[in-house]
């Protein structure tokens, strides 16, 4: 398959693998390569997320899109721009907590398939990966053309204004902002997000706003639908905890268990005392000040997911692109070994 192809057929690989229906059709005859591999070894995560099935309403038109077998019903509005006016905020009012997932590759492909089987949001990893502004632009557009419904986020570079504002403005409907320890960089993210008067975010003719055709709808739908979520990653971070929810605009607190833990000199050591202690402290003060708390499963593991979603946090990120990959791949070079052997 061509690398062109490959792009365009990604969503009829994803849509053969998961039996999702676009526009009333089915996906097509799945080909080979990474797309049916990432396609292929996500499902063991979004088989535990609930199927979906809405009406997305795009321009004043409904689409309709459904996936699998439903048991919960969304509905979305796509403003001209194709952006999506239910907010992720809204999404955890109405389910209680949303399921994504992390884009580290940089692939349109990836983004597109990883749409299309069901997570709630992709967060592009502009912190740990060599991704840019330009090739966030792309991602973007590939996950909504996976699928509108799907929320595009950015993991930042750092909490600088500057560049807030052009991730916002190549179409993110919010950020997650990593090493957020004082309440001063809260309010730094919280203004590079929101439009006057609520922030200070310069309006310019972007995709956001439909390239200037929608700047009066997009203005006002963004500071109602934007999502602000700061990392608590680091030591600071949970001594001024309470500083930092306080900040109008924060919607939700990332828990970053490697930097948390390696801040505290305990690299990894997730199950030590005092690394519990310091996750249960944001989990428990999140939850008694009304702000969601999320946290990142690296591995994709659908039991750690569900114990979380009972343990009540709301946001919920499990794996990386290439984590779904890198298993994928190892499990499939596996079976193939053992296949070589069994039949000697």
């Known amino acids: 398959m061509e690398q062109g192809a490959a792009h365009n057929d990604a969503g009829v690989l994803a849509g053969h693998a998961f039996g999702v229906r676009l526009h009333g059709q089915q996906g097509g005859d799945c080909g080979h390569g990474v797309a049916r591999v990432l396609a292929k070894h996500s499902r063991t ?32 509005v796509i403003s001209l721009t194709g952006r999506i006016m239910e907010s992720l905020k809204a999404g955890i009012a109405s389910r209680g907590h949303v399921v994504g997932s992390f884009v580290n590759t940089g692939s349109p492909v990836c983004a597109e398939i990883m749409a299309r089987v069901g997570f709630d949001f ?25 699928n509108p419904a799907c929320a595009p986020l950015v993991r930042l570079p750092h909490t600088g204004y500057a560049e807030i504002k052009r991730y ?6 919010g950020v997650i902002a990593p ?19 609520f922030g200070r975010r310069g309006v310019g003719y972007c ?23 700061v990392q608590a990653e680091h030591v600071d971070a949970v001594t001024n905890l309470d500083e930092i929810i306080a900040v109008p605009g924060v919607d939700a607190v990332f828990i970053g268990p490697y930097d948390l833990s390696a801040s505290m000199g305990l690299t990894a050591q997730f199950d030590h005392p005092d690394v519990i202690a310091a996750i249960s402290r944001i989990h428990t003060t999140c939850r008694a000040k ?28 499990c794996g990386l692109d290439i984590t779904f ?20």
Not at 298 to 312: K, L, N
């Open 45 to 76: 995560l979004v088989r535990y997320i609930q199927q979906k099935r809405g009406m997305i309403r795009c321009g004043g038109r409904a689409v309709k899109a459904s996936y699998g077998s439903s048991v919960h019903t969304r509905s979305v």
């Open 122 to 146: 992709l967060a592009v990893d502009a912190e740990h990966s060599p991704v840019d502004v330009p090739q966030t632009f792309s991602l973007i557009q590939a996950i909504a053309s996976g």
């Open 179 to 197: 090493m957020v320890n004082t309440r001063a960089q809260a309010e730094e993210v919280v203004a590079a997000v929101k439009y006057p008067p």
């Open 290 to 317: 009304g702000i969601v708390s999320g946290i990142h499963v690296v591995q994709p593991d659908p039991a750690a997911v569900a114990r979380y979603i009972r343990d009540g946090y709301g946001f919920i990120a």
């Open 168 to 173: 916002m403005d190549a179409g993110a409907v």
């Open 325 to 344: 990959l890198a298993n994928a791949c190892s499990d499939g070079m596996t079976r193939i070994r053992q296949g070589i052997a069994d039949a000697e």
């Open 207 to 229: 995709r956001a706003n439909g390239y200037g055709t929608a700047i009066a709808e997009g203005v006002a739908a963004d500071n109602d639908a934007t999502f602000v979520c």
